[in-house]
């Protein structure tokens, strides 16, 4: 075409005749020279703004304050419950409960050890599990559940977005499906997992597989339908220009479809995965899933001095877990999408 | 319907063939690139009411290396006749051929700008031009100059990594140009091209846009609603009125093709937008 044969002078001359384009349109000046790369724009997307310490205690001060207050309001008005096990403990107790299992979890790696040393080969120990192996069965119940979860929610999301008739054929099931506890589901789940699974593989036990179910059916809606909005949000023009360009529905998925959905996906994940870490404790409680939720049922059917106090520091532990999961999902959000430039 | 081919109706079969090489500047020619004949659009009433005529018996077309307008007031049609004319609306009834040959779809041979720019937002500059062109099966070493070349063209060179989120309206439309002028198409179309954008830009915009048009001869249609743009800018346009949409006249602008912005104050400019506006009125 004759594109070809214009010369650069030409074209340089063709931006020459209209008055200094950078004069007309004053964002230009903003706009950088080259694009950084997405680890770049991904490490300036976590700078703080200004890293002066003044900054920095103006910022903190309202958090410290609140959990100031808070300890304070607990550690005066807790020894005035008194329950059948005695006072309920304070912020002081509650930390000496952590030591305490801190302090189990080194014997019981002992233990661990001195029996490796002393036991034949090829016996299994199989001492109580301690706090740490009870947090990291929990992690990967919730990580296998979150992980079907959006293997199956992303696809069937996308399908129903782009669907009209797809969309109207599941939405009354996902409307009634969504609400459901997860303690409606365990029995059912536990049956059919019973009925299904029969090998014995130490690591697929039954009660880990019944707790991931829970936690998929429990997680799956917030994904399911953030992704089926984002599929809709596709620009209509941009589809239209996936349509001039005559598109093949793969290249459209991957080039137009997927990367538009791409923020509505990570935030449905993110709340998919919130709900899947609150909802695995009622799971383990009831599947005797050996997580944390099963400690905190232990503790409770136990009923010692100290339980309350240990239930108290697991419900922390259980909060900060899912805090740092929370923060990690934004930071893959983020990565991911630096990555693709959504 | 009984349309006699393009070819029996303007009495010539070999058509300008803009891809060839040669650096003669080329003349709008006599040879029609796009021709619409009895174009008709019909949308079913809104609750099972009366059909909605939308286009009734549209005929026009553009020759080769012309810049063409499609100039009516909001609601006439005009942007349903582009998008028939771009594939990605059907006509109820009529024919749109390109080159003598038949419109079935959306193409790019029929490259269409719009007027949200309508980018990838995730892809940067030089693969939103050079996106359509991988589509199409072009080698690498092909595409890179190609990009290149536009890039220069549209006077984008030093944001060719930039991603459209960090360029202004007016360089994000110049982007957009260039996409579409990528696969080499027959016709440009351009959807109100200059709609979204504050009167300055949009002034400078149209001064680029003829410079374009002059330096790269690339035939093209546009659809706007403002008159001294449709004046300014094209060598022909059609006034389009509404209810049903429908061409009320052809108008061959009296100006050469080099002209600058001092045509606005012709006389002759001014009599001319004064009889348009009358007529859109």
Redesign the interface.
Known sequence: ??????P?E??????G???S?DE?????D??????PNFVQRFIESKKPTKDTPKNFLKAFWPPVLGIVVFLVLWAVLAPRVETSLGELPGPVEVLQAGGDLYDEYQASNEAKAEFVRTAPAGTIYTGPPTFLDQILTSLRTVGFGFLIATLIAVPVGLLSGLSDTFQRAINPLVQIFRPVSPVAWLPIVTYIVSAVVTGDDPFLAKSFINAAMVVTLCSLWPTLLNTAVGAQSV?K??L??G?????TPI?KLR??IL?SALPYIFTGMRISLGIGWMVLIAAELLAQNPGLGKFVWDEFQGGSSESIARIMFSVFVIGFIGFILDRLMGVAEKFVRAS??? | MNVPSIASQTGTTDLVD??S?D?EP?HAGDSQKLRCAGVKKTFKGAGGGPAVEALSGVDLYVRDNELVSLLGTSGCGKSTLLNII???ETASEGLVEVDGEQVV????D???V?Q?Y?L?????VRKNIS??LE??GWGKSDRVE?VN??L????LS??????PR??????RQRVAIARA?A??PDILLLDEPFGALDA??RR??Q??LL??WQ????TILMVTHDVDEAIYLSQRLYVMQSHPGRIAEEIEVPFGESRGPMVKRDQRFLDLRDSIEDQLR
């Open positions: 075409m004759s594109l070809e044969t214009v650069e030409i074209a340089d001359e063709s931006v005749i209209s008055p384009f007309v349109e004053p964002e230009s903003e706009a950088p020279e080259s694009k620009d023009d941009l239209n220009v349509e001039v360009l005559r598109l290249q080039q137009l990367p693709q430039g959504v | 803009i891809t090489d650096n080329k771009g594939g990605l779809g959306p193409g790019p029929r490259g269409m719009f949200n309508s990838f937002p995730w892809k940067s996106f359509g589509v199409a190609r070349d536009l220069g063209v549209v006077g030093e944001f060719a990594e930039a991603l960090e360029l202004s309206g007016g360089m002028l696969p080499e300055h830009t400078s915009l001064e680029f410079t374009l330096r790269t001869r690339v």
